[in-house]
């Protein structure tokens, strides 16, 4: 595969040119520190903004993107069909699936690695055609991490920081401010083809040393091995990790809503006013950790306590989904559910804590 | 037109289906009789998506035996926005269905084999499912008990099936209600656990199955495990509310497993080691 490198003013013109065939999304600024995958329009600026501690060979800094590139490819609401009367009676339903090109820029390897798995999960068994349509006219840019994005970052812990695989083009910035460019697929070979880059060689060993400067450790690090925290997660049942940790918990669902590996999803209908009978039904981002999500007819809640609901989400993160699909954790180490949390609830400690009580000589749980 | 991709969507989709006829069976539930553009093919034990555009949709039971008829059964309970307004609905109206989704009963299991079948209030709607064929082949199915139990005699469902199926050699009914509530009874009254100590089992050359609501399952199990059943004997059907039915939205999920996939029918010994199981 080629590789090429390029300055960030060329880059810039590079992803500019791309904006005017295809809709590209990147990290922009939202506000003071926060940052959002927003699309870049013809006529607006393009702002390559960085946090002040963000070093200058770092252009599209995701940090604080506070929601997943990833829901750009599932919404966080998704029209699934609309429907209208026909001749009988009945129903016209029409399918809505969108095969808008695409080509998002910026990602970081954890929340590339979550695209990864999302693309596991909505492939396998019966396919979402809804995912799958968005994905297949999606173009994928990875950037490279060479220093952890924030203090919640543990993607080295969880087995992502070196992620590539999914990137059609993957960057990683190199000492002379230049950015090494791969190309991983044919359609990011396409991509580069005429971006007039400069060919280079070498480009692993460039790689490798750009990442030799990375810090260490990278990021928080677990106590244990991360196969020991993923196994003390699965193992353990009942557990006062569980209750310490959602003491202060309001079960407000955010760690769903910002996880790049959550996607539950709720139906909602809505009607057009102007046209009677006709309508449409999206699917919205649901959250296992909203009070309800587990209720059935009558009431009974299968989940009915903070501390149930907890569970449930990191073990589908660390133990219930890994089982499934053979990519390890479905944490990725991304950091944003502990950052996000009104009351600094964070994954990372839940998994530390749940290995270190295995390990003690009389663990608590059975 | 939407452009095509090579993606089918259509499991998220539904199909039309007019009522043919809605008769209300208790305080709370009414039958539906549905007919559809073409035969559901269903197994004993699955599910469908009901919906009504623009008011929402639920996973319902099917309720009738499988065949190649171009209709479904269902019993609805009104107990939310959607079931209230499809309980308004008539005949001649449209509904949206898709599916049949979950694993259903395998009927091949039952062949020669006598079943126990327990099942507690709404939960013989879709038992009826696999009592219809295991009733209509007595020579491939064995014998077959059902323990029916309700809250009130008001509340009992197809009670003409039950005192039909009574009627039948291979066949034995029980009906039972927790309270009389001063209404006419020709049954008996206690908890659906109740007969179990006194059945005439040949225990190893049977099979129990029940559905019900959650708080049933761990007793009966507990009374048909005194009575020497293993788990493997013994099946249930779980109730989740499913909002995809395709093992993707996460709502019915018990511990690891997605109900709709893998169930909503059970082996026990598949599911008695998940804690979320049955409570």
Redesign the interface.
């Known amino acids: 595969m080629t590789s090429f490198l390029a300055n960030e003013q060329a880059l810039e013109d590079w992803l500019r040119r791309q904006a005017e065939r295809h809709e590209v999304y990147w990290p922009q600024r939202m506000g003071k520190a926060s940052y959002a995958f927003q699309r870049l329009r013809r006529r607006s600026p393009l702002r390559l903004d960085r946090l002040d501690d963000a070093p200058a060979s770092k252009p599209f800094r995701a940090s604080a993107c506070v929601v997943p590139p990833g829901r750009l490819l599932a919404p966080m609401q998704e029209l699934l069909y609309r429907f209208e009367p026909d001749d009988d009676g009945g129903y016209r339903f029409i399918p809505c699936l969108d095969p808008t090109e695409r080509l998002i820029a910026g990602i970081r390897p954890c929340d590339l690695k979550a695209i990864h798995l999302m693309d596991a999960v909505n492939a396998e068994g019966v396919p979402d055609a809804h995912y799958l349509t968005r994905r297949a006219h999606t173009t994928l840019i990875a950037s490279n991490c060479l220093q952890p994005c924030d203090a919640h970052c543990f993607c080295e812990a969880a087995g992502s920081l070196d992620w590539r695989e999914g990137a059609d083009v993957f960057l990683t910035p190199q000492a002379d401010g230049q950015q090494l460019v791969e190309c991983l697929t044919p359609r990011g070979e396409a991509l580069c083809a005429d971006a007039g880059f400069s060919p280079c060689d070498a480009p692993e060993e460039r790689r490798q040393s750009a990442e030799a400067h990375r810090p260490q450790p990278f990021g928080r690090q677990f106590d244990a091995p991360l196969v020991k925290v993923m196994a003390a997660v699965d193992e353990t049942w009942d557990s006062p990790v569980w209750d310490k940790h959602v003491e202060r918990c309001f079960s407000c669902g955010t760690c769903n809503l910002v996880c790049p590996t959550c996607y539950c999803f709720d139906m909602r209908d809505d009607l057009d006013i102007e046209h009677p009978g006709c309508g449409s039904r999206s699917r919205c981002a649901d959250g296992c950790m909203l009070p309800e999500f587990a209720e059935v007819a009558g009431g009974h809640n299968f989940r009915a306590t903070p501390a149930a609901r907890q569970r449930h989400r990191v073990k589908r993160k660390l133990a219930y989904l890994p089982t499934q699909f053979a990519d390890g954790s479905f944490c990725v180490g991304c950091g944003r559910c502990g950052h996000q949390c009104t009351v600094d609830i964070d994954i990372f400690d839940i998994a530390n804590d749940l290995a270190a009580a295995s390990e003690a000589p009389h663990a608590a749980d059975d | 037109m ?2 095509m ?12 289906a ?1 009522i043919l006829d809605s008769r209300r069976v208790t305080a709370k539930e009414r039958h539906f009789r549905l007919a559809l553009e073409a035969p559901l093919g269903h197994r004993p034990g699955q599910f469908v998506m009901l ?1 009504l ?6 996973p319902i039971s099917i309720s009738c035996g499988p065949g190649d008829e171009r209709e479904v059964e269902l019993v609805i ?1 009104a ?2 926005s959607l ?1 209230h307004a499809l309980h308004q609905r008539q005949a ?3 509904v ?1 269905l898709r599916g049949p989704f979950g694993n259903g009963f395998d009927l091949q299991d039952f062949e020669q084999r006598d079943t126990v079948i327990v099942a507690g209030g709404l939960g013989l709607a879709p038992l009826r499912s696999l009592i219809e064929p295991l009733a209509a082949r007595p020579r491939r199915y064995g014998h077959v008990t059902l323990i029916s139990g309700c809250r009130t005699p008001a509340d009992e469902l197809y009670r003409d099936k039950l005192r039909a199926w009574a009627q039948l050699p291979h066949v034995d009914v029980i009906r039972l209600v927790n309270d009389t509530a001063h209404q006419p009874w020709d049954g008996e009254v206690g908890l659906v656990t109740a007969p179990i100590p006194r059945l005439d089992l040949e225990i190893p050359n049977t099979l129990a199955v029940l559905c019900g ?2 708080v049933m399952y761990k007793f009966v199990i507990m009374a048909l495990a005194a009575r020497g059943m293993q788990n493997e004997q013994i099946y249930v059907d779980l ?3 499913m ?2 039915g ?6 019915c ?4 497993v997605y109900c709709c ?1 893998s169930g909503p029918v059970f082996r026990f010994d598949e599911v008695a080691t998940l ?2 199981a049955l ?1």
Do not use: Y
């Open positions: 939407q452009p991709t090579e993606f089918d969507p259509a499991p998220l989709i539904p199909r039309n007019r919906s555009p623009g008011v929402g949709e639920a309970r107990c939310g079931t001649g109206d449209v949206g609501p959650p109730e989740r509310r909002r995809c395709i093992g993707k939205c996460g709502h999920q018990i511990n690891q996939r804690p979320e409570t």
